[in-house]
């Protein structure tokens, strides 16, 4: 009988082992959770008017990323604008930055692009949200 013990023990302690791993695995997979649109502690894309800064930061044929209100803005031709939500649609992280185009998100990779909002390299496969922009006095508002 004490031979069947430490096997009996061994088959628990696998098992909470197990246990374990898998709530840790859950809370992991919940850290990138983007349920309901809030990934990175805030919704992708405002919900009241937001201003970002000075149209002329933007450069024409260029884009700015303002990480802070969660959007990129870019400017295809001079005194229009376009705006996506800079919030990965992958996992909820901000973009950290844009490099020849395209924005970074720096949690798992992906890349978008900033004039379009389309995803170009994965895990993302939803392109970024469009966010209503316009320039009112100098000034970006978007929203």
Request: glycine share 14%.
């Given at each position: 009988?004490?031979?069947?013990?430490?096997?009996?023990?061994?088959?628990?302690?696998?098992?909470?082992?197990?246990?374990?791993?898998?709530?840790?695995?859950?809370?992991?997979?919940?850290?990138?959770?983007?349920?309901?649109?809030?990934?990175?502690?805030?919704?992708?894309?405002?919900?009241?008017?937001?201003?970002?800064?000075?149209a002329a930061e933007?450069?024409?044929?260029?884009?700015?990323?303002?990480?802070?209100?969660?959007?990129?803005?870019?400017?295809?031709?001079?005194?229009?604008?376009?705006?996506?939500?800079?919030?990965?649609?992958?996992?909820?992280?901000?973009?950290?930055?844009?490099?020849?185009?395209?924005?970074?998100?720096?949690?798992?990779?992906?890349?978008?692009?900033?004039?379009?909002?389309?995803?170009?390299?994965?895990?993302?496969?939803?392109?970024?949200?469009?966010?209503?922009?316009?320039?009112?006095?100098?000034?970006?508002?978007?929203?």
């Amino acid at each position: 009988m004490s031979a069947s013990q430490p096997a009996a023990r061994r088959t628990v302690l696998k098992g909470a082992a197990a246990l374990a791993g898998a709530v840790g695995a859950g809370a992991a997979l919940s850290a990138c959770s983007t349920e309901g649109g809030s990934g990175a502690g805030g919704p992708a894309v405002p919900k009241e008017p937001v201003e970002l800064g000075a149209a002329a930061e933007v450069p024409v044929g260029g884009a700015k990323l303002f990480r802070e209100q969660k959007i990129v803005v870019s400017c295809p031709a001079e005194g229009q604008y376009k705006a996506f939500s800079a919030q990965c649609t992958h996992a909820g992280c901000v973009l950290d930055k844009i490099d020849k185009g395209e924005g970074n998100c720096p949690c798992h990779g992906s890349r978008f692009d900033v004039t379009t909002g389309k995803v170009l390299r994965g895990p993302a496969s939803d392109p970024l949200p469009s966010v209503p922009v316009k320039a009112e006095n100098g000034k970006l508002i978007a929203g």
